[in-house]
């Protein structure tokens, strides 16, 4: 079965600090992957996803992610953290062809002045 | 364009009691699901429409959940006898229907069962 395991629950970063977030998952072949922000009182903003080709992959406000077949992982990164990011950031996996998403567990992102 | 759209944003009732919870999805989008988050859960799967066929409810965590999409659009999700454990934001999310292609979430319905 799917799964995806992001392993920080919380991190706390300081403004202009780089900051990446880890995302794990479990999967027999190449899955769709996917990083999702959820702002407080919002429902979720897709940031970037990955489906083939490029394993490097850029999103929306200056992240982006890294798909590494031999790690199963799709870390998210953004060189520069800025305040308005303070946020929960959710990993999600889907089978290729298929809409199931699976979503992991979130990690909420603090910054400090 | 409009995003999607829940509601009502916050809804507080009564153990026993029957909620519904209103999605009205992206226009033209054919796809809608439902999602129910739990505090420090992951975001869990239960229930999606596509077009006219027939709806997966695989994910719906017992009887006392059920949904219906009315004309191909708006979407209602009941839960009958609410519990206290079925406090959590349900999030609804459409798509245009490929499987690859993005859902694009409401801001969510967060339910109080007291």
């Known amino acids: 079965a799917q799964s995806v395991t992001q392993p920080d629950i919380h991190i706390t970063v300081s403004e202009g600090a780089s900051l990446e977030l880890r995302c794990n998952y479990s999967?027999?072949?190449?899955?769709?992957l996917f990083w999702y922000v959820q702002s407080p009182g919002q429902g979720l903003q897709l940031l970037l996803k990955?489906?083939?080709?490029?394993?490097l992959v850029q999103g929306i406000k200056g992240f982006e992610a890294e798909f590494k077949r031999s790690q199963s992982s799709f870390n998210l990164r953004k060189p520069s953290v800025h305040w308005s990011d303070a946020a929960e950031y959710f990993c999600?996996?889907?089978?290729?062809?298929?809409?199931?998403?699976?979503f992991g567990t979130g990690t909420r992102l603090k910054v400090l002045a | 364009g409009a995003g999607v759209s829940q509601s009502p944003s916050n809804k507080v009732t009564e153990k026993g009691k029957d909620v519904e919870l209103r999605c009205d999805p992206i226009s033209g989008h054919t796809a809608l699901y439902w999602y129910r988050q739990s505090l420090g859960q992951g975001l869990e799967f239960l229930i999606y429409?596509?077009?006219?066929?027939?709806?997966?409810k695989s994910g719906l965590p017992s009887d006392r959940f059920s949904a219906e999409r009315t004309g191909g659009s708006v979407s209602t999700l009941t839960i009958q006898r609410t519990q206290q454990e079925d406090s959590a934001v349900y999030l609804c999310?459409?798509?245009?229907?490929?499987?690859?292609?993005?859902?694009?979430f409401g801001p969510g319905t967060r339910l109080t069962v007291l």
């Open positions: 999600a996996v889907a089978r290729s062809g298929t809409y199931k998403y699976i």
């Open positions: 429409f596509q077009g006219n066929s027939a709806p997966d």
């Open positions: 999967y027999g072949a190449t899955p769709y």
């Open positions: 999310a459409s798509s245009s229907g490929q499987a690859q292609d993005t859902q694009y």
């Open positions: 990955y489906f083939s080709g490029d394993t």
